[in-house]
């Protein structure tokens, strides 16, 4: 089986733990005022419904938690990845029909 690899995939992974990081930065800047974190929970929302649903219904998560913040970074990066795979692997079967059916017949 072939290992699926996308370039597409690479770069929203990227782009999403460039953004994390930005984020995590701002909230280290703006630390102890109210809602710091709150745009870093936002991009973390996918990690923290996964682990809510996992854990039955409780789960918190803040940027002063190391440990969930590094985790909630690796998961949304897989999580940009695969979205980016699908839509690769999406665009490119499009391209191939296309090509397949401008051939000429036997």
Same mark, same amino acid.
Do not use: C, K, N
């Given at each position: 089986m072939r290992?699926?690899?996308?370039?597409?995939?690479? @770069? =929203?992974? $990227? /782009? %999403?733990?460039? @953004? =994390?990081? $930005? /984020? %995590?930065?701002?909230?280290?800047?703006?630390?102890?005022?109210?809602?710091?974190d709150l745009p870093l929970s936002l991009a973390a929302l996918p990690f923290t419904l996964v682990m809510r649903t996992l854990n039955g219904g409780s789960f918190a998560f803040g940027g002063d938690m190391p440990g969930r913040v590094i985790a909630a970074g690796l998961f949304g990066s897989a999580l940009a990845y695969l979205a980016g795979l699908i839509a690769e692997a999406v665009i490119r079967a499009i391209a191939r029909l296309a090509l397949h059916s401008r051939a000429p017949g036997p």
């Open positions: 290992r699926p690899r996308s370039w597409t995939g690479a @770069a =929203f992974a $990227a /782009l %999403y733990a460039l @953004a =994390f990081i $930005a /984020l %995590y930065v701002d909230y280290v800047r703006r630390s102890g005022t109210w809602f710091a």
